[in-house]
T-cell receptor, first 115, second 114 residues
Framework: GAGVSQSPSNKVTEKGKDVELRCDPI?????LYWYRQSLGQGLEFLIY????????KSGLPSDRFSAERTGGSVSTLTIQRTQQEDSAVYLC?????????????FGDGTRLSIL | AQSVAQPEDQVNVAEGNPLTVKCTYS??????LFWYVQYPNRGLQFLLK??????LVKGSYGFEAEFNKSQTSFHLKKPSALVSDSALYFC????????????FGTGTRLTVIP
């Protein structure tokens, strides 16, 4: 597609459930980022993938969070045993390469609400 | 540690007037600075960046930003605001310890009044 695609656009789930968020980056983009945007706060870096290199997981807030990127394209962010503080908009971004140092293209995000 | 601050949560400006959205930064070494815009229910869009060179950087949609090293600022500006410029604006600085991360400000909501 023309842009970064994220699904679902909205997700409501009960506390304690697991959720999976999907990101389909722009074709050919080797760098992929996940960010979290909480109400009234800026964006919080979660994880970064670059090609076949080991991902930079330094931003993941707890071991309940994990992400993978299959075949260098689609990425899935998984949150296990969700908590209310996980409620946020989760944004995915991609870039042609890491050399730009910039997540250049963002998806519209997944709005996650934990009841 | 690197950080940016956006001192104003909300900025209102009349259509046709010049607009400024403020950003100050804190970073050791030379900063890489960015501006993004977020329209309602949409992801962020890259507006412009400063890496090196001219202090006045021009970006998308007629926006520009001025890098001021002495004031550690990178304010976003536009000579004549449009109603369609109403959005949330984020300033960001790149993590100098690696290329993997940007530190974002908390955002400034710009409202352009017709």
């Amino acid at each position: 597609g023309a842009g970064v695609s994220q699904s679902p656009s909205n997700k409501v789930t009960e506390k304690g459930k697991d959720v999976e968020l999907r990101c389909d980056p722009i074709s050919g983009h080797t760098a992929l980022y996940w960010y979290r945007q909480s109400l009234g706060q800026g964006l919080e870096f979660l994880i970064y993938f670059q090609g076949n290199s080991a991902p930079d997981k330094s931003g993941l807030p707890s071991d309940r969070f994990s992400a993978e990127r299959t075949g260098g394209s689609v990425s899935t962010l998984t949150i296990q045993r969700t908590q209310q503080e996980d409620s946020a908009v989760y944004l995915c971004a991609s870039s042609l390469s890491a050399g730009a140092g910039v997540p250049g293209h963002f998806g519209d995000g997944t709005r996650l609400s934990i009841l | 540690a690197q950080s940016v601050a956006q001192p104003e949560d909300q900025v209102n400006v009349a259509e046709g007037n010049p607009l400024t959205v403020k950003c100050t930064y804190s970073v050791s070494g030379n900063p890489y600075l960015f501006w993004y815009v977020q329209y309602p229910n949409r992801g962020l869009q890259f507006l412009l960046k400063y890496i090196t060179g001219d202090n006045l950087v021009k970006g998308s949609y007629g926006f520009e930003a001025e890098f001021n090293k002495s004031q550690t600022s990178f304010h976003l500006k536009k000579p004549s605001a449009l109603v369609s410029d109403s959005a949330l604006y984020f300033c960001a600085v790149r993590d100098i310890t690696g290329a993997n991360n940007l530190f974002f400000g908390t955002g400034t909501r710009l409202t352009v009044i017709p």
